[in-house]
């Protein structure tokens, strides 16, 4: 008799039958947001570097009370900035699957046994409840989005004159990448054409179909999206602090 092979997960943490190595798709997630993590929060406590000429970290903006006439000396105002542009990529639905996985081992990957002694219950309970408050920190995010445009558009003003340094450059790659992962996001994809029978029934809803089609072709590279613009907004910052602090000198292009 030919022998019957299951293909039900084995029981035990860590136990599956795939032949591939699983484990390399969780340990990036692992190294990468552990680093950003480690490194957003130093930043972020230090309250200082964060500004040279026409430059202005990302993680500081909008840069507020920077002569600490309200918030104390020892409050950081990133540390009040970043609570939403944290809360907007925390409740994203890629990041969520990846921390998951990564850090919570909930499940490691598709296929691999969990923990023992788990009982799923999804995001219906605290504090995963609050995951859902997603759409919210998105509608926030679009200020913070003009916010970051803005500091832009002065880093192209030197003194009062048009000018272009590598400082430039990078804030400019940082916010089009920055744009670009908000407009591939779920919440805003839906948004735009979710709910809706009938996209043919008016010209409206011809011009929403229009818009979700865009975000749906943004969307299906949703986490390439999400990486490139984490790694390149903490090169942002870090950039601005090794010119704040003169380790390394910001070259005019124009």
């Not at 995010?141 to 004159?161: E, I, M, Q, Y």
């Not at 942002?236 to 005019?252: E, L, N, Q, S």
Request: hydrophobic share 50%; charged share 15%; proline share 4%.
């Amino acid at each position: 008799m030919a022998e019957l092979r299951s293909s039900v997960v084995p029981q035990g943490f860590g136990r599956t039958l795939r032949r591939d190595a699983w484990w390399w798709e969780v340990l990036p997630v692992v190294v990468g947001l552990g680093a950003f993590a480690i490194y957003a929060t130093l930043r972020a406590f230090e309250g200082a570097y964060y500004q040279w000429g026409p430059y202005l970290s990302p993680f500081y903006s909008p840069l507020i009370d920077a002569q600490h006439r309200w918030i104390p000396r020892l409050i950081s105002p990133a540390l009040i900035i970043l609570i939403f542009p944290l809360g907007f990529r925390v409740t994203c639905y890629y990041y969520r699957k990846a921390y998951y996985r990564a850090f919570f081992l909930d499940p490691p990957a598709c296929a691999v046994s969990e923990r023992r002694h788990r009982h799923y219950s999804g995001e219906t309970r605290f504090p995963f409840l609050w995951q859902n408050i997603h759409r919210y920190f998105l509608y926030v995010a679009v200020v913070f989005l003009v916010f970051l445009w803005s500091d832009v558009v002065r880093a192209f003003w030197w003194n009062g004159h048009f000018g272009i340094g590598v400082g430039t450059l990078v804030l400019l790659v940082n916010i089009i990448l920055l744009t670009v992962y908000l407009f591939s996001c779920h919440s805003l994809r839906h948004l735009i054409g979710g709910r809706l029978d009938c996209f043919s029934c008016s010209a409206f809803n011809q011009t929403r179909h229009s818009g979700w089609r865009g975000i749906s072709w943004l969307n299906a590279h949703h986490m390439l999206y999400a990486w490139l613009s984490l790694f390149w907004v903490g090169f942002a910052d870090f950039y601005i602090r090794m010119v704040a602090t003169g380790a390394i000198k910001d070259f005019r292009i124009l």
